[in-house]
């Protein structure tokens, strides 16, 4: 019969040794990791901060701001060198013939006056003369004309009421001769012819 085995111990001494190395190695691994942790934080935090560099360059972005403001200002668009020619261009006294003479004289503060002379019906309606004061601009190659006022007051009613106050025509042609409008709601045209300067 066979004496059952006995069952050998490690020594406590490799026991311990083994638990040390054991131990030895957590405590690396958690350095390591903290390491590794603040080693990442550092390179975030530089790699965002600003250098002086770019912050004097802001500085300067915003210093310079309405300079280059001002020389937009400068630097007109075709279309508002369009406008500036046409508002010169537009000051004077213009006629035409619609129904009856009409003279419009356009006065450089934004004010115009109309002197129509019926003919036909409208002159049996109107009378022989209507006189209109107008205020008027000129903006994005549009004239717009808007009626205030009127003599005699019955006949600018009729016509107020019939064609509304306010007329709104693109800036076909303006020169020293001519200036050529369009209605665009109408699809008309219509054509002032410049009255030359007495004297």
Not at 42 to 55: G, L
Not at 84 to 98: A, F, I, M, N
Not at 143 to 163: C, D, M, Q, W, Y
């Amino acid at each position: 019969m066979q004496e059952p085995h006995e069952k050998t111990e490690a020594p406590v001494e490799e026991i311990s040794s083994q638990e040390g190395l054991s131990l030895r190695r957590k405590t690396m691994l958690v350095i390591a990791i903290i390491c590794i942790v603040i080693l990442s934080v550092v390179i975030y935090q530089e790699c965002n901060q600003p250098n002086k560099t770019d912050v004097l360059d802001k500085r300067n972005a915003v210093n310079t701001v309405p300079v280059k403001q001002d020389i937009g200002k400068k630097n007109k668009t075709k279309e508002e060198q369009f406008d500036l020619e046409c508002r010169k261009k537009s000051v004077g006294t213009w006629e035409k013939e619609e129904s009856g003479k009409r003279t419009l004289t356009i006065k450089e503060n934004g004010t115009a006056t109309l002197i129509y002379l019926p003919s036909g019906v409208n002159r049996f309606l109107l009378g022989e003369k209507v006189i209109v004061k107008i205020k008027w601009i000129i903006q994005k190659g549009k004239v717009k004309f808007r009626s205030h006022s009127g003599l005699p007051e019955k006949s600018f009613n009729i016509i107020t009421a019939t064609h509304g106050r306010e007329k709104i025509r693109k800036i076909l042609e303006i020169s020293d001769k001519h200036f050529m409008l369009y209605d665009e709601k109408e699809k008309e045209k219509s054509k002032w012819t410049r009255v030359a300067q007495k004297g």
